[in-house]
T-cell receptor, first 115, second 112 residues
Framework: ETGVTQSPTHLIKTRGQQVTLRCSSQ?????VSWYQQALGQGPQFIFQYYREEENGRGNFPPRFSGLQFPNYSSELNVNALELDDSALYLC??????????????FGSGTQLSVL | GESVGLHLPTLSVQEGDNSIINCAYS??????FIWYKQESGKGPQFIID?????DKRQGQRVTVLLNKTVKHLSLQIAATQPGDSAVYFC???????????FGKGTLLTVNP
């Protein structure tokens, strides 16, 4: 167990709806990264939050947004859901904003299905 | 764009054999590489890492080899066990230093 917890574990939404996924980072970790993993693919970086601010973003549209709270937990929000948003969403925590010299600890993910 | 890819999507081995999983990368600026293991229903789990100033690094039953000349990375698992069955990803970090770029993954199946 990594100590990174995500909720919910599974979620079914319909196209056009909005979704919020939640992540609690490992104790002592102040950085949270979100990744999208489509079936049969490697995880793709969405964005990272460090000290409550976005610290980097991948190639995802603005309808993917996030928050980090003072306790370092985080939310991923996706608006106007599309069928292609169906994927496993992974949260990973680390001790510092820079990944170099750090190991990411991943949660088990939220499986989102968009119908 | 830069990417990390794998030569083989699947690998099947007998229990007790050694396994070798390969990975090619294209970003010459990558300076840190990580192998992850992902079991069904779980997130990626760190296995071993290596920096670009090294050619080889060993862990418990695992060895990572890095060939910067041909931009190739491999993971060797000694005495493969059924519990090693999973999808293995290589990942790299380049100049941005805040995100990992993952490859597609190799499914390793260990036959008893």
């Amino acid at each position: 167990e990594t100590g990174v917890t995500q909720s919910p574990t599974h979620l079914i939404k319909t196209r056009g709806q909005q979704v919020t996924l939640r992540c609690s980072s490992q104790s002592g970790h102040n950085t949270v990264s979100w990744y999208q993993q489509a079936l049969g693919q490697g995880p793709q970086f969405i964005f990272q939050y460090y000290r409550e601010e976005e610290n980097g973003r991948g190639n995802f549209p603005p309808r993917f947004s996030g928050l980090q709270f003072p306790n370092y937990s985080s939310e991923l929000n996706v608006n106007a859901l599309e069928l292609d948003d169906s994927a496993l969403y992974l949260c990973a925590s680390s001790l510092a904003g820079r990944v170099t010299n750090e190991k990411l600890f991943f949660g088990s993910g939220t499986q989102l299905s968009v119908l | 764009g830069e990417s990390v890819g794998l030569h083989l999507p699947t690998l099947s081995v007998q229990e007790g054999d050694n396994s070798i999983i390969n990975c090619a990368y294209s970003n010459s600026a990558s300076d840190y590489f990580i192998w992850y293991k992902q079991e069904s229903g779980k997130g990626p789990q760190f296995i071993i890492d290596i920096r670009s100033n090294m050619d080889k690094r060993q862990g418990q039953r695992v060895t990572v080899l890095l060939n910067k000349t041909v931009k190739h990375l491999s993971l060797q698992i000694a005495a493969t066990q059924p519990g090693d069955s999973a999808v293995y990803f290589c990942a790299e970090i380049g100049g941005s230093n805040y995100k990992l770029t993952f490859g597609k993954g190799t499914l390793l199946t260990v036959n008893p």
